[in-house]
């Protein structure tokens, strides 16, 4: 068997704390560019205070609550909901709004619409699935990059 010679030693020796500065210094680089990243959108605006609170938001803060389960909704995730969910919804908007909470359990809904003053609060262990079948999201006017067409609308419209 042939000996590596000391050259070859030497030269794997000397590269190795090479690599691993060069590593560490665009490490270095990175986390201080990060650090110095200012605020703002691509186009160079400012972003707003509210749009950088990341506080966590209280339930008992939005109002009257209208938890799905209580409105007949099922924990079940292959059952589309999507007619009781949106009854739900319907009904906090009558009653001047309030929040709709998906408890813990999973969902599965198709494209819901959301009125004034009503939000949705999907608790701790809660999932609202959409559904995977285009049916449950139904056409509808709506306007994209200037041409007026229907499409389709998302699980959670506004």
Not at 45 to 53: I, K
Not at 81 to 87: G, H, P, S
Not at 117 to 135: M, N, P, Q, R
Request: charged share 20%; glycine share 10%; proline share 6%.
């Amino acid at each position: 068997m042939r000996k590596k010679s000391p050259d070859v030693n030497l030269s794997i020796t000397m590269k190795l704390p090479c690599i691993i500065t060069f590593c560490l210094l665009g490490l270095f680089s990175a986390a201080e560019a990060q650090k110095n990243q200012k605020d703002v959108f691509p186009d160079g605006t400012p972003m707003s205070g509210w749009f950088l609170d990341h506080t966590k938001v209280k339930l008992g803060n939005l109002g009257k609550q209208y938890v799905i389960t209580d409105f007949g909704a099922k924990r079940d995730s292959n059952l589309i909901q999507t007619v009781t969910i949106q009854k739900v919804i319907d009904e906090a908007a009558r009653e001047g709004g309030g929040v709709v909470v998906i408890p813990k359990g999973t969902f599965l809904s198709g494209a819901l619409f959301f009125k004034p003053k009503t939000h949705l609060y999907v608790a701790d262990g809660g999932k609202l699935k959409g559904s995977d079948d285009i049916a449950d999201y139904p056409a509808m006017p709506s306007r994209m990059e200037g041409q007026n067409l229907d499409y389709f609308p998302a699980l959670v419209n506004a």
